[in-house]
């Protein structure tokens, strides 16, 4: 047997071998490092930042979490990215879920983004779990006209009528926008088709790889942002993540006494390039702040982001190898069948 | 009588919802039907887990082979439920502290959310996770570039996977971003395949869909599409 | 032995050899520590103000209404008497093993501290000041034996000692130094014998913490490892790794596995369909008196709606299914579902998807894209007018490439294989994607075994850093 022969015959263990491989060395070496590749926004995770971005703090939006832990790798990060966003502008997050276990996915993602990072945030005034409802695109045909019918309680156990967010919500049209992390069915076609499409409700969509393509002809009209995949997740956590820095650095500048316009035109320089505020506060336009808000300035500067925030961009190591692997794999497959092919061999 | 039945009941329910979306005084009928499906939707589950239930002790009472791992199924099966039916271990709502039965039995530190954190979440993950290892032996057996059709199939793959990740970027970065050829940049060129001519592919079968979906369901609430009712009259 | 064999045996041990080793470096791995507390809570009569009119709502009556609150909160305080009813449960919260690590080696740093004797002299100043001292160079002592690992922490529970009979203004003259303890020892002898009470006062290490504290408020450790959810964890890895094992080959431990997986998700289902919808949606309807009662207190009370007879009897015809006989029956509940489902889906197609894809195709082939200053961007237009005008002919292609009433010929075959050309690029796409979502969820996999279980990695900082790279290398 020649070379040839041998790897068209190759064990498929060894490309598994392969795979884990390639998948398995880089999450070592990225976690040992903390190095994670940078990231450029595309449109779509623009978007779906602004949109959210657009609206006033207060604003209600419907959380619907559709996906379960088979697809938490791809959607766990946007999830996490999403609460993040919401609560650092101070808009009012509303949780359901489609999926059984969708509930734990609430559950997990708002212990451990608002309970880690924004414990201020006040359950029933802040955000609410609703929890799980059975009957897929019903939920969604009933919630467009009447929320209590198919909610009269959180997850909890507490009467909608005693959580004092839930005043004046009677139907999903009370709602500024929707966010929907979906791994499926049910899942983002049917909050388009049944809710944002009748309703005409800024739509968000982080969905898993399989699904993206058939979302994009919904791009703009009907869906108004879009994150397609783990890539997607990355892009927008890296959007998110700028722009709370920048927020923080904003609060540090202004309880410093620097006000609009400069506070904002200083937070937004200093998120591009942190290492200008330690340079900054000893700058004459600096003399005015208090001793505290420039320690905290340049603290927020030089704090690394938490890792919960970097998932997504972390997983994009193993990701860039393996599709690099897969790529190689077409090739070498496909040379193989050619050469046996011109010999006249097996094929 | 036995397919009568049934066939009011869908032209029925189905006329009802429909009826609902345009005239304002239905509205609440079609609400409670779907809500009415939710609870359905729920007993279902109740189903699932009957049938399980039935098959295996069957296979168990038979001896078939591998019997022995329907006594795990059975057995897991019976220990998840007794946990969550009996909320064993849940304390109650911090609200209401002397009603037994109030507490979450989702909540962290429940028995059954360890069968959740512990069983469930892992063996769910990592079945699907194996599907990476499935694709990668795809990708080097069945993937094979014979004729255009399949080269722009494997084309666009490359450019997406490519595209989609720092190799993408860091391949064509020599592109100036400003210039006129700057569409042609892997991370540019796989948002372009993606809106274009991805959404032109996938819009029309989007519509193609809607039409046969459209169809049906007319088929169905009008009686004349009755597979759903199971073979022989 | 065959070289198959060989290498799988080399594989898994070199696997074993690594665990073995990681076992016994740093901090181990694989554990879940928990901090363990009280959740008390007592019922209290409290005052109503501002009560709407008309408003009667359940245990409202005069201006006051009974409620639960927690035993430590200011209404607790206020309103609790003696014979107020009272529950209380243990309750668990989850730390990272760097705070247990941490309070580990403050505990040894302190208590190292606590026994060693103390210089200076604590003379002539109020108990305030001597312990201010003595915090200061407990803390430094703790900090020189802990090496900058931990931050040691020293408190002094005012409270309890003022419950004791102390107080800041305790004027005291202690002995001087020598043993700490001792000095210790003798400030709170003097502030005693100004105090009212003899309460025993103590110096308590746990948690990291050093307290000076009264009798009257023990410190009990709270932080430690948890038995189950580490247990939990082990397992968790093991099923992992036994549906990975399915790799090489079909085994045992991977059928295993995959029949725990049947059995498990089957009943959570059905616990999920029952108390997140059947109790509250159904139950709730159909006796909401017993379920206000007994299973979700917090329901808003309501008559029955006996409507809901109807779900109820189709989910029983439903679960006819089951039975030997009248399995037919199942039919109409099956019947009301596909109605349902053929009704909802049929507006929502039309509506979403064929008028409104169609309405977003249908927009001019020029695309005018203005600059910041109001001027039209004229290279701009035009990519933005060929990405328009490439859609279009996209969809109408393949649109005619799915219309088999005409035969693919002459015209009609070219534009329909234009129309195969852009799906073979969407297949593509979706190929892509697919392999993108697959490799997403493989990785986060490893991430559990890497981080959570072997404690390789420690991107989420749970551990300390220094102890994470240490142990690897």
């Known amino acids: 047997m020649n070379l040839i022969d041998r790897m068209a015959n190759l064990d498929r263990r060894w490309i598994f071998l392969m795979m884990g491989l390639a ?100 359950y029933g005034e802040d955000w609410v779990d609703l929890g799980f409802k059975a009957g897929n695109e019903a939920v969604i045909k009933t919630i467009v006209t009447d929320f209590a019918q198919y909610f009269p309680t959180d997850a909890r156990g507490t009467s909608v009528d005693a959580i004092p967010m839930m005043e004046g919500i009677s139907s999903l049209a009370n709602f500024d926008a929707i966010v929907n992390a979906s791994a499926g069915y049910p899942g983002s076609k049917e909050w388009v088709l049944y809710a944002a499409t009748p309703l005409k409700k800024p739509l968000i969509v982080g969905c898993t790889g399989v699904q993206a393509p058939q979302m994009y002809p919904y791009v703009p009209n009907q869906v108004q942002g879009l994150l397609g995949a783990i890539k997607g997740a990355a892009e927008y956590e890296s959007v998110v993540n700028k722009w709370v820095r920048s927020e923080q650095m904003l609060d540090a500048l202004e309880s410093g006494g620097i006000t609009e316009p400069a506070s904002s035109e200083l937070a937004a320089r200093f998120a591009a390039n942190p290492s200008e505020a330690s340079t900054w506060t000893t700058e004459a336009a600096a003399a005015a702040m208090s001793p505290e808000a420039k320690t905290r300035l340049i603290e927020l500067a030089s704090a690394p982001t938490p ?30 069948f050619f050469a046996t092919r011109r010999r006249g061999g097996s094929q | 009588m036995k397919r009568i039945v049934p066939l009011w009941i869908t032209a029925i329910v189905g006329l009802v919802l429909i009826i609902s979306n345009f005239l304002p005084g239905t509205r609440s009928w079609g609400e409670e039907a779907t809500t009415w499906f939710g609870i359905i939707a729920a007993v279902a589950f109740v189903l699932g887990g009957g049938s399980l239930l039935k098959v295996h002790l069957k296979k168990i009472s038979d001896r078939n082979s591998g019997w022995a791992y329907s006594m795990i199924v059975l057995g897991t099966f019976s220990a998840t439920l007794a946990v969550g039916l009996f909320k064993i271990g849940v304390s109650p709502n911090p609200a209401f502290p002397d009603v037994p039965w109030s507490g979450d039995v989702q909540g962290q530190g429940t028995p059954f959310w360890w069968v959740y954190e512990y069983v469930f979440k892992p063996l769910t993950a990592t079945m699907f996770a194996m599907l990476a290892f499935y694709i990668a032996s795809a990708a080097f057996r069945a993937f094979r570039a014979k004729n255009f059709e399949a080269v722009l ?60 979906i459209a169809g049906t369901s007319l088929k169905i609430l009008m009686g004349l599409d009755r597979s759903y009712l199971g073979g022989g009259d | 032995m065959n070289r198959q064999q060989l290498t799988l045996l080399s594989i898994v041990g070199i696997f074993v050899i690594l665990l073995v080793a990681r076992a016994f470096t740093g901090n181990g791995f694989g554990r879940i520590y928990v901090e363990r507390g009280d959740a008390s809570f007592v019922k209290v009569e409290v005052p109503v103000l501002d009560t709407p009119d008309g408003e009667e709502a359940e245990g409202k009556a005069d201006g006051v209404r009974w409620t639960w609150v927690d035993a430590s909160s200011d209404e607790a305080v206020d309103f609790a008497k003696a014979e107020s009813p009272r529950a209380a449960w243990e309750s668990v919260t989850p730390v990272s093993p760097r705070v247990y690590f941490e309070a580990t080696i403050a505990n040894e740093a302190l208590q190292a501290a606590a026994e060693t004797a103390y210089a200076g002299a604590m003379t002539g100043v109020d108990l305030g000041t001597a312990l201010e001292t003595w915090r200061l160079a407990l803390l430094e002592k703790a900090n020189a034996v802990a090496a900058g690992k931990a931050q040691p922490a020293v408190e002094v529970n005012w409270a309890a000692l003022r419950t004791a ?33 003899d309460a025993e006062t103590t ?111 189709f989910g029983a015809l439903l679960l006819m299914r089951l039975a030997p006989k009248g399995q037919y029956l199942s039919l109409w509940t099956l019947a009301f579902i596909v109605g349902t489902t053929a009704a909802l889906r049929m507006v929502a197609y039309i509506e979403g998807d064929f008028l409104s894809q169609i309405n977003a195709t249908i927009a001019p082939l020029y695309q005018e894209v203005v600059n910041a200053d109001g001027t039209v961007n004229g290279y701009s237009s035009f990519w933005a007018s060929v990405r328009q005008i490439t859609l279009v002919i996209g969809v109408l292609a393949c649109l005619t490439y799915f219309f088999f009433s005409v035969e693919h010929k002459g015209a009609v075959g070219k534009v329909a294989r234009v129309g195969i050309w852009f799906l073979m690029i969407t297949f593509g796409a979706a190929f892509g994607f697919t392999v993108m979502g697959r490799i997403a969820l493989l990785a986060a996999r490893f991430e559990f075994l890497f981080d959570d279980w072997l404690w390789l990695i420690d991107p989420m900082n749970q551990r300390s850093a220094a102890v994470a790279v240490s142990c690897l290398f």
């Open chain 3, 203 to 313: 110096f308590v290490v746990a948690d990291g913490r050093g307290t000076v504290t009264t009798t009257a408020d023990d410190v009990v450790p709270a932080i430690g490892l948890s038995w189950s959810r580490t247990i939990g964890l082990w397992l968790a890895a093991i099923f992992t790794l036994a549906i990975f094992s399915f790799l090489y080959k079909d085994n045992p431990l991977y059928k295993t596995a995959e029949s725990v997986v049947v059995g498990v998700s089957a009943a959570y289902w059905m616990v999920i369909g029952l108390w997140d919808m059947i109790v509250p949606n159904l139950l709730g309807q159909l006796a909401p008196g017993f379920v206000q009662g007994n299973l979700i207190p917090g329901l808003a009370a309501s008559d029955p709606n006996w409507a809901y007879l109807v779900p109820a009897i």
């Open chain 1, 23 to 122: 998948v398995g060395i880089p999450i070592i070496v990225i976690g040992i490092t903390g190095k994670t590749l940078p990231e450029e926004p595309t449109p779509l995770a623009q978007a779906a930042f602004d949109v959210l971005d657009d609206l006033e703090p207060g604003s209600r939006i419907l959380m619907a979490w559709d996906f379960d832990p088979a697809s938490e790798g791809e959607l766990g990060p946007m999830a996490t990215s999403f609460i993040r966003q919401c609560a650092q502008k101070g808009h009012r997050m509303y949780f359901i879920a489609l999926w059984p276990v969708g509930a734990q996915m609430i559950r997990s993602s708002t212990s451990r983004v608002i309970g880690g990072y924004y414990p201020d945030l006040v």
């Open chain 3, 165 to 197: 009979g102390f107080t800041r203004k305790t004027s005291i003259s202690a002995k001087a130094g020598g043993d700490f303890t001792a000095s210790l020892d003798a400030i709170f002898d003097a502030a005693r014998a100004t105090g009212e009470s």
């Open chain 2, 153 to 212: 199939l494997l084309g666009t793959a490359f450019i997406i996977l490519l595209g989609r990740t720092f190799a993408g970027y860091f391949m064509t970065s020599w592109i100036p971003v400003d210039g006129p050829f700057s569409g042609l940049r892997l991370e540019e060129l796989s948002v372009y395949i993606m809106q274009v001519f991805n959404t032109a592919g996938n819009r029309a079968i989007i519509i193609g869909i809607a039409l046969g």
């Open chain 1, 307 to 336: 890792g919960i925030f970097l998932e997504a961009q972390r997983r994009m190591g193993p990701q860039l190898v393996a599709h690099l692997l897969m790529i190689g794999l077409i090739i070498a497959g496909n040379a193989i």
